[in-house]
Every structure is written in C-alpha cells, then in structure tokens.
C-alpha cells in the first residue's frame, strides 16, 4: 500500500448536506477497498484566483490516506461524474 494526498474542489452551489455526502463517498471508497484514512481535513470555503466553471468560490478539503494504487484510477473516474466536483489533485507520498 502506498501514501496518498488529495486535495479537491466541492462547489459552492453544493449545500452542506451534498458537501458531506461527497466527501462520505470518497473516503468511505478509501475504508471499503482496505486503506485508512489517515488525516481529513475540511478547509472551508476560499475564493479562486480565476473563475473556475463559472464559478469564484469552492469548498476545499484535503485528505491524507493509505490505499492500493489502483484506487486512484477509481476514484479519479467516480470524481469525474460526481455532481458538483469542480478540481482534483493526486498526490503520491514518499513512505
């Protein structure tokens, strides 16, 4: 298993119950599959620095965790067809 950070976008026209709901489904896709959620952190609304979607605000969160490698392929396609995700960055950790 390998150390993983992502860090996404919700968008603000989500209301705080489909915020939560999104953010359930991704780390609950990290428990299933047999990884750890090492650290969620849920950073709140920030402006961007350019109109992203038409959009000038999104909800950020970042999440530390542990899981197999082909998880991210899973994820990045269900992120993909999420209602109201707007960004998303991977990132491998060093162990």
Avoid: C, W
Wanted: glycine content about 4%.
């Amino acid at each position: 298993m390998n150390k993983y950070e992502i860090y996404y976008i919700i968008s603000s026209n989500a209301d705080e119950a489909q915020r939560e709901a999104i953010i359930k489904l991704f780390s609950d896709m990290v428990t299933s599959s047999g990884g750890i959620v090492d650290k969620l952190d849920r950073q709140g609304l920030k402006k961007f620095a350019y109109p992203i979607q038409d959009k000038i605000e999104g909800y950020y969160v970042l999440m530390n965790f542990t899981a197999e490698p082909t998880l991210i392929l899973e994820m990045e396609k269900k992120m993909a067809i999420t209602e109201h995700f707007v960004r998303k960055m991977f990132l491998k950790l060093d162990k």
